[in-house]
């Protein structure tokens, strides 16, 4: 039954690897030109919203019911459920900050305001992420090959879903 558990392991993988671009951009603000801010912002962005909103969503819609359901306790996910808000509300500061730096260089408070966003997402996704691994047991033991299969296809699903809804808002993505 570890195929769930491993789908969302492998995932996790990819997201700390990724989050680091989050703690590389904010240790350069203040030091780097501005185009080379401008790009590792952006990128920063991009892939808040297109890579890891997506996943959260999923596991609102997906993975996190059927945690509440094994444990007996829907509010057992509730706290990550609030990290994920947070990680939307953080990005979309940084979105302002990404389109105040596209059409300017950013002033010492404007600096200091990326590096907290950035710092922020970058421990808020970190410690998000390492929390979900105490989950993966449970599921481990209490679900059946069937329902690892059916909840990797939701999460799956939904997933492709989120990114195919923000296309329809910026079809330049």
Known sequence: ??????????????????IELLRTVADRVGSASTETLREG?????????????PHA?????????????????????????????EVIRLTEELEALRLHLFYASLSEPDEQALRRVLYGL???????????????PVLEARLTASEVERLVKE????????????????PHE
């Open 57 to 85: 969503q999923a596991e609102e819609q997906v993975w996190y019911p059927a945690v509440g359901r094994l444990l007996r306790a829907v509010e057992a996910t509730e706290t990550m459920s609030r990290d994920h808000l």
């Open 1 to 18: 039954m570890a195929a769930l558990p491993q789908c969302v392991r492998d995932e996790h993988s990819e997201l700390v690897a990724r």
């Open 122 to 136: 970058y421990a808020i996704i970190g410690l998000h992420l390492a929390k979900e691994e105490i989950y993966l």
């Open 155 to 170: 999460m799956e699903s939904t997933i492709g879903e989120a990114k195919s809804s923000l296309k329809a808002i910026d």
């Open 41 to 53: 912002v952006g990128q920063a962005y991009t892939f808040l919203i297109h890579q890891l909103i």
